[in-house]
């Protein structure tokens, strides 16, 4: 096995779909991995020979190619197929370090099919697509700094990082591997209230998703102070106050509780 000398790396890996693509996309754009470096592999080989064309990567043509060449993996299947995927991959299995962005798949079941496997699960979100991703990494015992370290550094080509334990991998999945979603519907259901009142679709949206951009990132700049901010924009007896009052006295607290909840309780259940 490597000591994560980064060119030293040989990345495979196994599904190339949307997430998958992103982290990919990520890695090349700033070079974190030399193209011929990293072998991709999916039973669908149109997808990994897009990802081929697109950047130089070289392209496996079964799992057992892809674990002689490569002593990284990114496993990046649909979950209901893991159990078939990791049977295969136990054949091959010398000393990998597995890198899994399966959401609810946890490190025992990965054990189970390959004893002593190395593995660091990491839950992304789809705003890695734009460089702007949120990503949360955890690992077993056997898991060296070093190796963590790799794995932090190579997600961070996609976006922010970080490093937590597996009891709380579910939560961030409800949080923020699921949150994209959420947060859309919410910037368009803003965008709808306006068109009710006049405004055009198109201009609605453009408000609405400009509007929720600039106040995620001057969340960053003020160090997370949410209620200073909301301060800030509040004038007292203002139409900013008439707004914060609905919400405050509306159930959108409990709602938001159960949507995370119930999507934790789904994240579980997958495991």
Not at 193 to 220: C, H, I, R, W, Y
């Amino acid at each position: 096995m490597c000591a994560f000398v980064k060119d030293d790396v040989k990345l495979g890996v196994i599904g190339c779909g949307k997430m998958a693509s992103a982290i990919l996309g990520g890695i090349s754009r700033h070079k974190f991995l030399s193209a011929d470096d990293i072998c991709v592999y999916d039973v669908n080989m149109e997808h990994s020979g897009a990802l081929c064309r697109e950047y130089g990567f070289r392209e496996a043509y079964s799992i057992k190619e892809l674990m002689e060449y490569c002593d990284v993996i990114l496993l990046a299947v649909k979950p209901f197929v893991v159990g078939e995927v990791l049977s295969e991959m136990k054949e091959f299995y010398n000393n990998h370090l597995i890198l899994s962005i399966l959401a609810g798949v946890k490190i025992q079941k990965y054990l189970k099919y390959i004893k002593n496997a190395k593995v660091i699960r990491i839950m992304p979100n789809t705003p890695a697509l734009v460089q702007k991703g949120m990503s949360a990494i955890c690992a077993n015992q056997d898991i060296s700094d070093d190796e963590l370290d790799f794995a932090f550094n190579l997600m961070s080509n996609c976006g922010k990082v970080i490093k937590t334990t597996e009891d709380k991998i579910d939560i961030i999945t409800a949080l923020s591997g699921s949150g994209p979603a959420f947060y859309f519907k919410i910037i368009e259901l803003m965008a709808n209230s306006a068109t009710k009142l006049g405004l055009n679709k198109n201009d609605a949206l453009l408000l609405s998703t400009q509007t929720a951009l600039g106040s995620a990132e001057m969340v960053f700049e003020n160090d997370y102070d949410i209620e200073k901010l909301i301060k800030n924009v509040t004038t007292p007896g203002g139409c900013t106050e008439v707004g914060n009052n609905v919400l405050n006295n509306s159930d959108i607290e409990e709602i938001l509780d159960k949507t995370i909840h119930d999507t934790m309780k789904k994240a579980i259940e997958l495991g």
